[in-house]
């Protein structure tokens, strides 16, 4: 079974870019679907973005599209979140999830393994 841990949060002004790892344990990474989510306070945990297994699809929330990109190296067990032209709206704790691959990537039920999150703070 995979485990996650999220690293490269951090305080950046906006405009800037950061890029946040999700590292994966475990034998069988490349089969899960991954994705992000964030949550601000006050309010409800948000889809942000998601690759399939193996790494043949990705989408995106419609916010995000255009700055942030997702991608995978399956050799590595890691999954990427490159987030540029950061927004003060983006500010928000980011988590990374697994969903196994025989689920629906785009659905949020999908994914029952989730690592601790990592604080992403835009200053404006």
């Known amino acids: 079974q995979v485990q996650l841990v999220e690293s490269g949060g951090g305080l950046v002004l906006a405009g800037g870019s950061l890029r946040l790892s999700c590292a994966a344990s475990?034998?069988?990474?490349?089969?899960?679907?991954m994705g992000w989510f964030r949550q601000a306070p006050g309010k409800e945990r948000e889809f942000v973005a998601t690759?399939?297994?193996?790494?043949?699809?990705?989408s995106y929330l419609d916010s995000v599209k255009g700055r942030f990109t997702v991608s995978r190296d399956n050799a590595k067990n890691t999954v990427y979140l490159q987030m540029n032209n950061l927004k003060p709206e983006d500010t928000a704790v980011y988590y990374c999830?697994?969903?196994?691959?025989?689920?629906?990537?785009?659905?949020?039920?999908?994914?029952?393994?989730w690592g601790q999150g990592t604080q992403v703070t835009v200053s404006s």
């Open positions: 999830a697994a969903a196994p691959g025989y689920s629906a990537a785009l659905s949020v039920a999908s994914y029952n393994l």
């Open positions: 475990g034998r069988t990474f490349s089969t899960y679907h």
């Open positions: 690759i399939v297994r193996y790494g043949s699809g990705t």
